[in-house]
């Protein structure tokens, strides 16, 4: 018997303590956790500064609301402004920083369209899921916000041609479609979009998945030489505490005046607390750091698994990485296997297997969970 809604399939235990980067369940047993909470616990769980961040402003002050100055909100906007580019918006979830960033674009370019991809995921609320080129999302919820239209992700004609059609406001993007199967971007597609945006096409990225660190870089547009007007951030912000943020160049900003958009917790003390000692850990050694132990992972994976037929490919980058399946029937066998040997895997799209550790996991542990997905596959 359950009062809660079955919008989710849960498995059937509960976890109920994170120590590092190991999770336990409800009877005692460990798990390796490649899963970091969907991207979230980046930092993983025995994140000292955070924790001691967090207790230490709930003593003083644990919420104050948008009505006053707020030090901590400017602290942690000052660390995700690329030196003064980016203003932001704090808001509590993904899919709010993706509402923040939809409704920007219409005041900016009111009356034109927003351009995502097909296979990409921004969130279930209603602008997120209307720019959620996916069937099985957006099923039953008509009508969807209007003035969304779609492309191919990496198709660089399909773009063309939606671009041409389209009068178009903005163009909106994973740098890896995370839930789609975590299929990055490629670079034509990356200077395509540049492209477009050197013609007034606003750059939307969605980072929310791939943003804080996961790839080896702060955000992960870095790394295809973009730089979007909006950009959007969340899950593993806050470590654990819901965060989200939405950041615009600052000739934008001025557009969200006051009264235009807003949020009770965005930006909350102990959500600010927890992000400033987030970004304060994410220094250039650290992401170096990642980016070293990503490329002894990947190394690694495909040593162990190229040659299985049970795996098509492996694809993803930094510590964002996903196992395409050969047999896609074989998805929720193989993460229940990979469960009963103690790790914890995600899915993604229809065949893939998303692995997203937290990133400050040993090499030691990364190794051992490759052995266990070596043996499984
Ligand atoms: C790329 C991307 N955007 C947006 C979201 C929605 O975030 P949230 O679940 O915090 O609303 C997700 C969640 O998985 C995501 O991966």
Redesign the pocket.
Known sequence: MTNLLPNYGRLPFALVKGENTTLTDDVGNDYLDFTSG?GVMNMGYSFEDGKNAVKAQLDVLSHMSNLYQNPLQEEVAEKLSYGGTYKAFFCN????A?EAAIKLVRLIKPGKKILAMNNG????TFG?MSATMQEKIQAGFAPLVPDFTSCDYNDVTSLDKAVKTGNIAAIMV?CIQ??GGVLPMTQEFADALKTYQSQGILLVV?E??TGIGRTGTLFAFEQFGLQPDIFTA??ALGNGIPT?AMLTLDKYAEIFSAGKHGSTFGGNPLAMAQANAVLSNLTEEFLTEVRQKSNIFLTELSKSLSNKASVKKIQGIGLMIGIVLADETKLSEDLSKLREQGLLALSAGHDVIRLLPPLVMSEQQLSAGIKILEEVL
Not at 121 to 124: S, V
């Open positions: 969907i979830s993904g899919t709010e993706n995921f921004h969130g279930r997120a994973e995370g839930e969605d929310v998945q969340a899950k989200g």
